[in-house]
């Protein structure tokens, strides 16, 4: 290509006679298996409503007309909302005890610190005068993997 010169479109594509023109159909992918939500917390994909009653609502609606269409969405949608009240209420339970777990395990890991401190002098003072610095040290190590230990535990779980 020279200077002056455009590049050129790309030349379209010309229907093949012998091939469909509409688009193939892709297979959807095979369902695998789904992420499991923790204990206690609903399945955010689980259905709300079952299909099956979707479509009664539907089937409904055709056989009484459209003079029953509103009072069948009304229905329908009070059993939507009936559904999600009690999942957000499922929810909002798991949230409450996650969150009265929380505070027990942060009011255990002060009493473990605190505990820890006021054991951390006695026991200093002894094994310095027992060991001296090599005992100071071991006594601190000792302190602050009882600490650790407990720490990663909580983690863990």
């Known amino acids: 290509m020279s200077a002056g010169q455009s590049p050129q479109p790309p030349a379209s594509p010309v229907p093949n006679p012998g091939l469909p023109t509409s688009p193939v159909p892709v297979p959807s992918p095979q369902p695998g298996p789904r992420p499991v939500p923790p204990p206690g917390r609903p399945d955010p994909t689980q259905q ?3 299909p099956a009653d ?8 055709r056989e009484l007309g459209p003079e029953m269409e509103q009072a069948l969405v009304d229905s329908f949608t009070q059993r939507v909302e009936a559904a999600l009240v009690s999942r957000e209420q499922s929810s909002q339970g798991h949230r409450d005890e996650e969150l009265a777990t929380r505070r027990a395990e942060s009011r255990n890991q002060m009493a473990l610190g605190i505990v820890s401190m006021v054991m951390a002098i006695p026991l200093t003072a002894i094994f310095l005068n027992m060991a001296g610095l090599l005992g100071g040290i071991i006594c601190w190590v000792g302190i602050v993997l009882v600490n650790m230990a407990f720490a990663l535990r909580r983690h863990r779980d």
């Open 48 to 50: 709300l409503v079952d």
């Open 54 to 61: 979707a479509r009664a609502t539907l089937e409904a609606r």
